[in-house]
């Protein structure tokens, strides 16, 4: 399984079905299965992307002994823009100014805060930083299948949970598809996973107890690699041997036809 919506369906539907699913011993099981995705080999990128600008998030706990940090960006970013943000109670972003944080002049990923003594540190729950990279990148589209699994010994509370579960599951789409969105980064590469459609495709009854429906999700992966200072880099002059130019002229060959 690739993604958070295996456990987004479970989830959601423990907490809008507490009566029949919540609990240490509720009157229905519930678990969610399959790990089955199908990649669709004439929906996906034709190759690796050439390089070019892509963003990152970095997110940090917030130490309140020293919130000046410093903290360490995972990758080494753009010069600019580089928006450094303190993360509040219920998710909300208050953004930095340009004198309140501190970059280092040596290591690029490092910085520090500065906070102004009059802001309100009350409900910080910790430090966000947007930057820029350069990146290759390529996208894979995928078909995936989760199965949620439905049990119980008594039959009327077992139709009543895959019924309700089929409306849950239909009324909350949208919010299922932006609740299991996913990304992982470790060191230069990550991956990205994005819901872009999902639907019910069945659902049946078994003869031991159980009830089955299955999800199906159009998912695209979107794989990334930075790219290091050395690499990638905008060619600035070309130039033949014994040329110097200039920023006017940064294209000075010398052109040698021989008759």
């Known amino acids: 399984m690739i993604g958070n919506l295996h456990s987004t369906v479970e989830t ?15 009157p229905v099981q519930l678990s969610v299965i399959g790990d089955r995705f199908e990649i669709d080999q ?20 917030w130490n309140g002994n020293n919130p000046a940090g410093p903290y360490a960006l995972t990758q080494s970013p753009y010069p600019l823009p580089r928006r450094v943000y303190l993360k509040l109670t219920g998710g909300d972003l208050l953004p930095l100014r340009e004198d309140e944080v501190r970059w280092d002049q040596v290591d690029s990923r490092s910085f520090s805060l500065n906070l102004r003594p009059n802001r309100s540190l009350t409900d910080v729950t910790g430090v966000q930083a947007l930057y820029g990279v350069t990146a290759v990148f390529t996208r894979l589209k995928a078909l995936q299948t989760v199965m949620v699994q439905l049990q119980s010994t008594n039959p009327t509370q077992l139709d009543e949970a895959a019924a309700l579960a089929i409306a849950i599951l239909e009324l909350n789409r949208d919010r299922l598809i932006e609740t299991a969105r996913a990304a992982y980064q470790q060191g230069d590469y990550g991956a990205m996973v994005q819901i872009k459609t999902l639907k019910l495709l069945q ?13 199906e999700s159009e998912t ?8 290091g200072s050395e690499e990638g880099a905008p060619i600035q002059r070309i130039l033949s041997p014994g040329r110097t130019g200039s920023a006017a002229h940064p294209v000075d060959i010398n052109l040698i ?3």
């Open 203 to 215: 659902g049946n009854r078994s003869e031991d107890g159980k009830h089955l429906l299955v999800l």
């Open 220 to 227: 695209e992966l979107k794989a990334t690699r930075t790219l």
């Open 42 to 61: 004439y929906a996906t990128d034709g190759g690796i992307s050439e390089p070019r600008p892509d963003d990152r998030t970095d997110q940090f706990p």
């Open 257 to 259: 036809v021989e008759g």
């Open 12 to 26: 959601l539907l423990k907490e809008l079905m507490p009566g029949l699913l919540g609990g240490s011993n509720p």
